[in-house]
């Protein structure tokens, strides 16, 4: 099962995989962690992708697809991988198409959450997270029981950097010029999946369920 989720900032990747992870076993690839892992470390390469992430500019395509392709290379793949946020660009997609040919294998779906721009501001505006489990809340549309802790391991809820207004709107700029392409390059590829991620998230995994047992 190798599955690839995507959609603009905010749109609820991260919530679905987390639904996706529970009902079936495969390793969640969110590049979007790795490099805040790396920054949290202070490695040289999360150092790098640090200054792209703060302004809401992509990291270069070399190195996130340097990433990508040594955790697609480790053995817990074998049996599937959902990818989450990566790829985004077209440099990405045939670098990863490239690297599953060698591996004698290929995307199978392509999971596009579409979410109209107005409610994914609000949806950033509201996220926090886990500083310790990495869970994800929002303050308005999915709240913790008691404000500013984890319901499943009592840490501190954060917000992260990048989500304030201005890097908000670069990061919907980026995505409209540079990922939004990827939905065609998928389309002709046969394996996309549009689902509309403007309802409750336990609605829209329904959605994803569906055409996962489908495959
Ligand atoms: P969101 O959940 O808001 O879509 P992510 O957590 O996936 O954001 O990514 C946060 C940041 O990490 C991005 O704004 C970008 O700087 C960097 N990043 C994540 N994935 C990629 C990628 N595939 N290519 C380039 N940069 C990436
Ligand atoms: P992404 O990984 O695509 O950036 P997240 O899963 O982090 O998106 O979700 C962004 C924010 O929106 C989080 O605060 C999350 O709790 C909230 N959220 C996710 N899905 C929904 C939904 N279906 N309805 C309302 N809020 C949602
Ligand atoms: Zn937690």
Known sequence: ?????????????????????EAFPIPHISTGDMFREAVAKESAMGLE?????????LVPDDVTIGVVEERLSQPDCKKGFLLDGFPRTIPQAEALDKVLAKLGTRVEVALNIAVPDQVLFDRMAGRVSCSNCKTVYNVKFNPPAKEGVCDKCGGELIQRSDDNADTVRNRLDVYNRQTQPLIEYYEKQGTLKTVDGNRDPEDVFRDIKRILESL
Do not use: R, V
Request: glycine fraction near 16%; proline fraction near 7%; avoid cysteine.
């Open 49 to 57: 992708a640090k200054k792209y992430m703060d302004a809401g500019q």
């Open 1 to 21: 099962m190798n599955i690839i989720i995507m959609g603009p900032p905010g749109a609820g990747k991260g919530t679905q995989a987390d639904f996706i992870k």
